[in-house]
């Protein structure tokens, strides 16, 4: 006689192991929020392996092989890891993919959007919905929607829809530094357009996304919604302390000039009201030419930059050829993806405090 798998587990009286959920994730930011939320009601995947350059990868036969296997793929989005986009779009399996870039109710900028805080808050953006979103300092701007929003220097920036959500108010309470933009002109500024992507690092998009990762995990697994719901509250909890430790860390760099190797930070420079003084890359892929570098070295004298900071995944040479003869002081590695830290939950909050606490440590010198 045959029986049925399930039957013959019940007569043997062996237990059937429940479905778990299979996630693969493309950087370690997005395996780390999902990690969070996920629990022990399944696996997560990374795919980008330590140390390597999130923005251009190629998966492994392996790799591949997960993706087409897995019930849920959460990406960052195509600005992010073109990669990752080539790769789903060939899927031939059931997977639902989820680019938290395209996530409803998230304030996005753009690449050159704003050189410091104070120009971010002085940068207004506009929809036909007249939804307000106030910033880390009560500045109330218009909160884009299903129209385009339109940077400082007039790039066409990113759309999605906007469905009413807010971010999270951080009051500092900081002055505004009267840090204006010097109007240097950086020669290829101009060809340096479009989204940036490395969003995560405005901790209110996180909380945004783990919302949004809890929401898509329940629609898989509507049974333990509850506790998706639950760990998603626990990790914006996390992340909001987070929030606040970060801003004390920083107090003693509030009114240093900086410069980094490229243009990444915007999120976590407005949000903390630090005072960027620019990039030597202006793009992920950008290659700095000489008339780039003498227009940043002028903009590092003007603002009285105080520290520079070589970043993972990129040659510091020129970081240290930048340096030379100026007195500007060499700050640790920054590692924005999170591409040498070890993956987990954990890696979101040990990123985010790292970076906070080697700008804090070249300030005090």
């Known amino acids: 006689m045959r029986y049925s798998i399930a039957l013959a587990a019940a007569m043997l009286g062996t237990p059937l192991a429940a479905h778990e959920l299979r996630v693969v994730t493309d950087i370690p930011v997005a395996h780390s929020l999902v990690s969070m939320v996920l629990g022990d009601h399944g696996t997560a995947d990374l795919m980008l392996d330590r140390g390597a350059n999130a923005h251009s990868y190629q998966l492994r036969p392996s790799q591949a092989q997960a993706l ?10 195509e600005e ?23 996530v409803d109710g998230v304030l996005l900028r753009e690449f050159g959007q704003a050189k410091d805080a104070k120009a971010h808050d002085e940068h207004a953006h506009e929809d036909d919905h007249g939804h307000a979103h106030e910033d ?33 108010s951080h009051d500092h309470g900081h002055d505004d530094h009267g840090h204006d933009d010097h109007g240097h002109d950086h020669g290829d500024d101009h060809a340096h357009s479009g989204l940036d992507p490395h969003a995560w690092l405005d901790t209110r998009i996180a909380i945004n996304w783990v919302d949004a990762i809890a929401t898509e995990l329940a629609e898989h697994m509507p049974d333990h919604a509850a506790d998706f719901a639950a760990n998603a ?14 801003d004390t860390l920083l107090a003693p760099a509030r009114d240093m000039a900086f410069v980094t190797f490229h243009d990444a930070y915007g999120y976590f420079v407005n949000q903390f009201d630090l005072m960027q003084a620019g990039s030597i890359a202006l793009g992920d892929a950008a290659s700095p030419g000489a008339q780039r570098l003498a227009a940043l070295r002028a ?60 700008i804090a440590d070249c300030a005090q010198g």
């Open 299 to 358: 903009d590092m004298q003007a603002d009285a930059a105080v520290c520079i900071f070589p970043e993972a995944a990129h040659d510091p040479a020129l970081v240290t050829t930048m340096i030379d003869g100026t007195g500007v002081r060499l700050g640790a590695t920054l590692d924005p993806a999170g591409s040498l830290l070890e993956p987990g939950a954990g890696l979101y909050g040990t990123l985010m405090r790292n970076m906070a606490q080697a």
């Open 233 to 246: 509250d626990s990790a914006k909890a996390e992340i909001a302390a987070l929030t606040a430790e970060i």
């Open 80 to 102: 992010m890891t073109p990669w990752m986009g080539r790769a789903i779009s060939g899927l031939g399996g059931d997977a639902h993919s989820v680019a938290l870039l395209e």
């Open 136 to 168: 880390d300092h009560g500045h109330e701007h218009d909160h884009h929607g299903d129209d385009a929003h339109t940077g400082e220097h007039g790039h066409d920036a990113h759309s999605h829809d906007d469905h009413g959500h807010e971010h999270a």
């Open 68 to 77: 087409s296997q897995a019930d849920v793929v959460v990406w960052i989005g």
